[in-house]
């Protein structure tokens, strides 16, 4: 790859895809023929299919393997471009046992349990059904007993942000990563696995990690990738930590989120010493 001068880290929910998961139009020209110069890698807290369900609502890579690197499920999951998938971390068995025990603790909260290629809800309602399907999760139904053994993410899903912070305050002590990705929900991974250990990985697997690294994110599980990026952005509809992190906030209007970016990056590129701070 002689020819890139940078990677760009892209977010999916908040960020790629704005609150009523619509896509700029502008930043769909801009994903259909990418700067040869810069390396996208998608880094998010979906699974591969949803990833892909969001996409192709949009006519991207309709009926074709993602031609992009990506981190997924916050780390849980790495793959090289055409889907070709190079690390997979779950949780331990007794880790996934507490986490059995919290879903049965808090019955009303949905715990959305990701394997690598399925989904699972345990504690199934009206509100944790209709977010799965909203992001093209293709969940199902699941029992404690029929939970698959390799698990290597926990969403839980609730509308009332008081059951979550309760369930973040008793998760508090735990050796996991936690952190919320949107307001309702509230994810888990096992201890060490964040987007940017991950990502890495991938960039070593690739012989791209002395390239710079720029960001952009919405979240706490970002958040990791903006304390290893060279420059960090945040859409101004972003939660509050990321935007206290980010290096700059862009405006989705009137020009998309990577349009913007990506002549920030450029003129880093061309001279890292001349983008004054924001």
Known sequence: MPN?????????????????????????????????????????????????????????????PIPLPGVFMNGGVAYLPGERIILQHTFKHAMRQKLLVLAERHPHSCFT???????????????????????????????ASELPKEIVKLMVLDENVDSLSQIAQETAGVDAEMAYSLKFAYEINPPGITKANSLQVLLKTMRIEHLPVFVVGDAENDLSLFARADQSFAPDTAHQAALDHADRIISREPDGILAPILQQINAFVKSPDSIPPS
């Not at 880094?43 to 892909?52: D, F, Q």
């Not at 394997?115 to 199902?140: C, E, K, M």
Request: proline content about 5%; overall charge negative.
């Open 4 to 64: 890139l001068t940078a990677i760009l880290c892209i977010d999916i929910d908040g960020t790629l895809i704005d609150e009523k998961e619509q896509l700029h139009p502008s930043d769909i020209a801009i994903l259909q023929s990418f700067p040869a110069n810069i390396q996208p890698v998608l880094t998010t807290g979906r699974i591969l299919h949803s990833a892909k369900g969001v996409l192709q609502k949009f006519n991207l890579f309709n009926g074709r």
């Open 113 to 143: 349990f990701f394997a690598l290629d399925a989904v699972h809800l345990i504690n199934p309602n009206p509100f944790g059904r209709y977010i799965s399907g909203l992001h093209y999760l293709a969940a199902q139904d699941t029992s």
